[in-house]
């Protein structure tokens, strides 16, 4: 029974290591990552009960709990790709990235800036067609001529507000 489990646990780790190693995506990885954690568990009561070894159950205990929270923090912690982000892009793929990349202005205007309706504080832009293709708003409601900002220096450590300290979550 010890050689049949043993080829079993030796089975599961190459199979694991394996598709750690290919993915392709990260939900892959952490699942081998809980394999080979499982493996090694199984490992450990596998020669805690061959020689009936009873102080290797607190480390089980131990590397069960490191397992347990080393999954949950990848979980926490990883962005959620999209299914074409997922996965690893040939080299035909990355040079076609590239060039459309390459193509784009970085000094082009942005197509929509999220900053410029929050300063105003309503969330419409100047100039923003309303109903029947009529401007909805005249303009700046500060007085201020249309598309003359004054640009506020970057906000300071300490600046931020709560929302980027991530405090009220």
Do not use: W
């Amino acid at each position: 029974m010890y050689a049949f489990c043993t080829v079993v646990l030796t089975v599961a780790g190459v199979v694991a290591l394996v598709r750690m190693e290919r993915g392709p995506t990260m939900l892959d990885r952490v699942v081998a990552l809980d394999v080979v954690t499982a493996v090694v568990l199984g490992s450990i009561a596998l020669i805690s009960a061959n020689t009936k070894r009873t102080d290797l159950v607190p480390v089980l205990v131990v590397l069960a709990i490191v397992g347990f929270v080393g999954s949950v923090t990848i979980a926490r912690f990883v962005a959620v790709e999209r299914a074409d982000e997922a996965r690893i892009l040939t080299k035909e793929e990355l040079r076609v990235v590239l060039a459309q990349q390459n193509v784009m202005d970085d000094e082009a205007a942005p197509v929509h800036d999220p900053d410029a309706a929050r300063v105003r504080g309503d969330g419409v832009e100047p100039g923003d067609a309303g109903p029947g293709n009529e401007p909805a708003d005249p303009g700046p409601v500060d007085g201020s001529v249309a598309g003359q900002h004054e640009e506020e220096p970057p906000a300071r450590d300490g600046e931020m507000g709560e929302g980027a300290r991530g405090e009220g979550r």
